[in-house]
């Protein structure tokens, strides 16, 4: 399969969001992922709409949105918007909820809600009236949208939620790690759902997630992403750390980041609270080894082309540095045309 990599973008500004997709694509990128968190970030869907305008030829799309701030009615009017307004490059990218749902003393509500809530999407994406809630919604004009159907993918971090993902989603975004084993692990995980609905691996777009940092000081490219591989910490290992491969020598690390993990500073830039919490050498070593893709543009050409070899031809980055202009071109220009091949 031919590479493909993304970026996701956290709209701090709607100019600086707007400005980096739009660097994005033209240093090469194929999707641009908005991330939804009210009580922190802009709006998700009018920035989704801007970037749709700015923008001719990346995927764009939620990644992701979660089941309980909107209601599935709200949410495919918003996606089918932005599909509009995008020419039919939409994709909507949802999960069980992280920052967005806790920042409003919310939990998430399971994989069950989520499965009725993805079902539920597909129907009102297609123009149908569906049953939610035992109440019967529709969103009719989106059944007269003369576009493609937005295609659904859910963010999965263990084995239950890939599985959900191969049997009913479109796409899914792996969450649980880069190295080999994890890889696949995390396909062997997609495949059993996609067999349990008559599925193949051909059915679904398989993207994986990673932290990125480019430059020659990896000491400094780990601490600059710190927040980042707190947040990672958080929300890849919790519910439970059964099935996810994680060293018992690293348990009560990864236990005492989520005990302390502040939602209200989810991605903070700098010295963070959250930052902080990541004060382990041996977690941190662990956890950038696991999650991150760090190093020259040679290194990190190297680790992309493991990743391929692993199993996952397809990468959302996620780069929440300082210089993130920098780092979007030093990507496109001297990491992507080393691993394309």
Known sequence: MRPRFGILEIPRTIEGAVGYARQAEEAGFDLVGVADSQSLFREPFVTL?????????????????????????????????VQEISGGRALLGIGTGDSAIYNINERPRGLAGLRDYVLALRGLLAGENVEYGRRDVHTRW???????????YLSA?????????????????CGMGLSPDVAALSLEHVRIGAARAGRTMDDIDIWTL??????????????????????????AFRFTLDGKLVPPEMTEAIRRVQSGYKPAHHEDLG???????????????????????????????EQI???????????????FVEGRASLIETLGRDVFPRCRN
């Open 49 to 81: 709409g801007m970037i749709g305008q700015a923008t001719e030829k990346v995927m764009i799309g939620t990644s992701v949105t979660n089941p309980i701030t909107r209601h599935p009615a709200v949410m495919a009017s918003a996606i089918a918007t």
């Open 142 to 152: 989106v059944g007269g949208l003369d576009q493609p159907t937005v295609p659904i």
């Open 157 to 173: 971090e263990g084995p239950r939620t890939l599985e959900l993902a191969g049997e009913i989603a479109d796409g899914v975004f």
């Open 210 to 235: 990673a932290r990125v940092n480019v430059g020659t000081d990896l000491v400094a490219l780990t601490d600059e992403i710190r927040m980042e591989l707190a947040s990672t910490a958080h929300h």
């Open 271 to 301: 010295v963070s609270p959250n930052a902080m919490l990541m004060n382990d050498p041996a977690l941190l070593s662990y956890m950038a080894a696991r999650f991150a893709v760090l190093g020259t543009p040679d290194d990190c050409a």
């Open 305 to 319: 082309m493991r990743i391929r070899e692993a199993g996952f031809s397809q990468i959302l980055f996620t780069g």
